[in-house]
């Protein structure tokens, strides 16, 4: 996430923001709003906190905005640190933050989605916990829209909901005139399609990047990838790869069932992202740009995205993860 603000007050909120958001292990940057390059935030930042009063963020981000699917979520807290509003992506995760930053700074949210304010999970927060990318998005508020009626939404796909999803979804049964259809090889089903409205949402596959220090385990790392796979609510079904410079790594890979590949220096250094989180000054010192997060990106083979930044588990393996699109 990225904090910016505009004078020193608010950077002593955006300092206190930036203190407790880092607590919980998310990489953070602070700065004021000139310092930085707002195309660049845009593209590689997960989320943008404005400590400013809320025409100064929509002045600044005029015109850069590209769509809601792919824009990251954008906050305000206004400068006397009194509230928090979602400005941009409120279904994409800017409500979820705005009310965790309410929780822990004590701030009041102020929440204006309609579908949020009725305690409904919408389409776009559903895609989200699902880890799947919305084909047809202009069609998603068709059925925000149903829900807010009442209405029932058809679920293919998958074989439960996630007890955090609310509003009158139905797994896998009954006669809907809305389906939302999670694509698999083995989900097709005999639909009506000119009475029905389908939001259709293809699961992302996740290559993890792997490292880990010469003397840790193939138990310990598989241990550490399991952890990480739980804290983002991802399957082991949806890993593409497991991908290092250590060959260790494939003793993992093959005691979670996932297939594995293994790289080298030059393999790794040809990942020109700038996106990636800056590499340690160890890892300059062996030659690399960076491991893990470069392993998670490599692993796709094409389009990637990080969801997961590296991170260190249990002492001696860090973990990263991209999903991969083809689309």
């Avoid at 700065?31 to 400013?52: E, H, M, Q, T, V």
């Avoid at 204006?112 to 916990?129: F, K, N, W, Y």
């Avoid at 598989?222 to 497991?242: F, P, T, Y």
């Amino acid at each position: 996430m990225a904090i910016l603000y505009t004078s020193d007050s608010e950077k002593t909120i955006a300092k206190n923001i930036g203190t407790q958001i880092s607590s919980y292990g998310v990489p953070i940057v602070i700065g004021s709003i000139k310092s930085f390059d707002i195309d660049n935030l845009l593209k590689c930042y997960d989320a943008l906190i404005f400590i400013s009063p809320i025409g100064v963020a929509v002045r600044t981000l005029c015109g850069k905005l590209v769509h809601k699917s792919i824009d990251p979520p954008v906050i305000v807290v206004d400068p006397s640190g009194r509230f928090v509003i979602p400005v941009i992506g409120a279904h994409w995760g800017a409500n979820e933050i705005a009310l965790e930053l309410s929780r822990i700074l004590k701030l009041e949210p102020v929440i204006t989605t309609a579908s949020d304010s009725r305690g409904i999970t919408s389409i776009e927060q559903l895609a989200r916990i699902l880890h799947c990318h919305i084909e047809n998005i202009d069609d998603a508020q068709i059925l925000d829209s149903a829900l807010l009626r009442g209405e029932e939404i058809c679920v293919y796909g998958i074989d439960s909901m996630p007890s955090i999803v609310r509003g009158k979804y139905i797994v896998d049964g009954g006669k809907c005139r809305y389906i939302f259809f999670v694509r698999s090889k083995n989900s097709d089903i005999d639909i009506d399609l000119e009475n029905t409205r389908i939001v259709w949402c293809k699961p992302y596959t996740i290559s993890i990047g792997v490292g880990a220090h010469n003397d840790t385990d193939a138990n310990e790392v598989a241990v550490a990838i399991r952890e990480a796979l739980d804290e983002v609510n991802i399957d082991l079904s949806s890993i593409k790869c497991i991908v290092s410079i250590k060959p260790i790594v494939k003793e993992v890979a093959n005691i979670l069932g996932v297939p594995f590949k293994l790289v080298k220096l030059d393999e790794i250094n040809s990942i020109d992202d700038i996106c990636l989180t800056p590499p340690s000054p160890n890892t300059v010192k062996y030659g690399f740009r960076g491991v893990a997060e470069a392993c998670a990106i490599y692993g796709c083979s094409g389009k990637a995205h990080l969801i997961f930044r590296k991170r260190v588990f249990r002492r001696n393996v860090t973990i990263a993860m991209a999903s991969c699109r083809d689309h």
